[in-house]
């Protein structure tokens, strides 16, 4: 229940903020262009916003300088940890996950997330999508950021090309985790009621907007 890599995220809890600074060679082009990322998720995302996989809130701490209030979600204790650290006791991050989690205590305007949704299948991811359609009003959106492939032909490409050049754990990472295709991430919101555009902002990661109709 987008629960299973876990360890792998208590392991990282501690490294994660100097992946994202391009200190990790093999994930440099993942996290390319990280902080404009986040600026345009935290800027496309409406005034009562539910974050899932805060992580150590690098996402939370933008939503929160642009004077959202924010709703954080996240299933690990190491990287819940992390972000009380860096953002102080006065924000909300409750034990959950993108499938089970308390409700916030208000209605929310805007769900965002960045570099986790890929932890669901697609079942999975489905599921999420139908549930937030239930939470979120006409004109209520999903920002997300992650992960994902014009097609199947572009991820096969990439697995190669992370072979290639000896970026093993990359490679690996991109066969293990659901990492899925436009189309497919397309059909899963338009049959749930949103309609969906996408900006790509680096070689793997894009920015996916859905607003429930």
């Known amino acids: 229940m987008g629960r299973e890599f876990l360890d792998l995220f208590e392991a990282w809890a501690d490294s994660y903020d100097q992946s994202v600074e391009g200190y990790d060679q093999e994930y440099r082009e993942v996290f390319a262009n990280y902080e404009e990322i986040l600026n345009t998720v935290a800027t496309k995302a409406g005034k009562v916003v539910l974050e899932f996989g805060v992580g150590t809130g690098n996402l939370t701490k933008k939503l929160l300088e642009q004077g959202k209030k924010v709703y954080g979600i996240e299933p690990s204790g190491p990287m819940r940890k992390k972000a009380y650290e860096k ?12 499938l089970q989690f308390p409700l916030p205590q208000e209605p929310i305007d805007t769900i ?26 006409k004109g209520g959106k999903i920002v997300f950021a992650d992960t994902a492939f014009r097609d199947r032909q572009a991820f096969e490409r990439a697995i190669e090309e992370a072979k290639k050049r000896g970026f093993h754990n990359l490679a690996d990472d991109l066969q293990r985790e659901y990492y899925t295709t436009l189309d497919v991430l397309t059909n899963l919101f338009e049959t749930n009621g949103f309609t969906v555009t996408f900006a790509q902002h680096n070689a793997f990661v894009w920015v996916m907007e859905a607003i429930k109709q």
């Open 112 to 137: 965002v997330s960045t570099y986790a949704f890929h932890h669901l299948t697609d079942e999975e991811k489905r599921e999420a999508i139908a549930n937030y359609g239930k939470l979120l009003a």
């Open 87 to 98: 953002l102080g006791e006065h924000v909300s991050i409750e034990d959950g996950d993108f």
